[in-house]
């Protein structure tokens, strides 16, 4: 007996493959090209040999070449996408939803960048203020641009004359008083030879007198 379709209960099979149909629109055609499954939501998902395309289904799991698998999606919005709660917003590029990573290899969020960044600013506030109260001078720090301000030292110009000078850095008071003390050692240096002051001893004769260049 040669037949073109055969039709038991829901099920139609012809030459054109098998269609199984429980009349309330939920569907599965089976044909040489690949398997369709259609259900009463107008949901659909096509198997064929060269992959897998599904239609408005939610909570899809797949697996492709090289063990790519995309579990748990839930969104019928296909430009922002929703996978275990994470959203990947199509218009913004933005993703949402990514949890506090507590491991190595896993990706932290926002909240945790702020985080690090407070504890950060926080450090370098407070090595701020230190070293601008360790510097003294006046000194103060600046948080908003991280720069220390207003650092100034008065100190003797070195001329004995009781004229001043204002320095702004270390360096340069450090050399303004390096300067001062080597001029005082070897003043002092001169005194004790002898070479200079009201005492004085005459280094060929070895004669000494007192007052003797006043």
Same mark, same amino acid.
């Given at each position: 007996i040669a037949v073109d379709s055969v039709t038991t209960g829901n099920t139609v099979t012809n030459s054109d493959g098998v269609k199984v149909d429980d009349g309330a629109g939920n569907a599965t +055609?089976? +044909?040489t090209a690949g398997t369709s499954v259609v259900d009463d939501n107008n949901n659909s998902a096509d198997y064929t040999a060269a992959g897998s395309t599904i239609t408005n289904g939610n909570n899809v799991t797949t697996v492709g070449a090289g063990n790519i698998s995309v579990s748990g999606v839930d969104n019928t919005d296909p430009s922002n996408p929703v996978t275990n709660n994470i959203v990947l917003d199509g218009t913004t590029g933005q993703i949402s939803g990514v949890a506090d990573a507590t491991a190595a290899d896993q990706a932290i969020?926002?909240?945790?960048?702020?985080?690090? %960044?407070? %504890? *950060?600013? %926080?450090k370098t506030d407070a090595l701020g203020n230190s070293t601008a109260s360790n510097l003294g001078g006046g000194a103060n720090y600046d948080a908003a641009t991280g720069t220390i301000n207003d650092l100034s030292y008065k100190l003797d110009d070195g001329t004995n004359t *009781? +004229?001043?000078? +204002?320095?702004n850095n270390v360096g340069s008071a450090l050399e303004n008083l390096d300067g001062r003390t080597t001029t005082n050692t070897d003043d002092i240096a001169d005194i004790n030879a002898g070479r200079t002051g009201i005492v004085r001893q005459d280094a060929g004769t070895g004669a000494i007198t007192v007052g003797a260049q006043t």
């Open positions: +055609t089976i +044909t969020n926002k909240g945790q960048l702020d985080a690090i %960044a407070s %504890a *950060g600013d %926080a *009781g +004229t001043n000078i +204002t320095v």
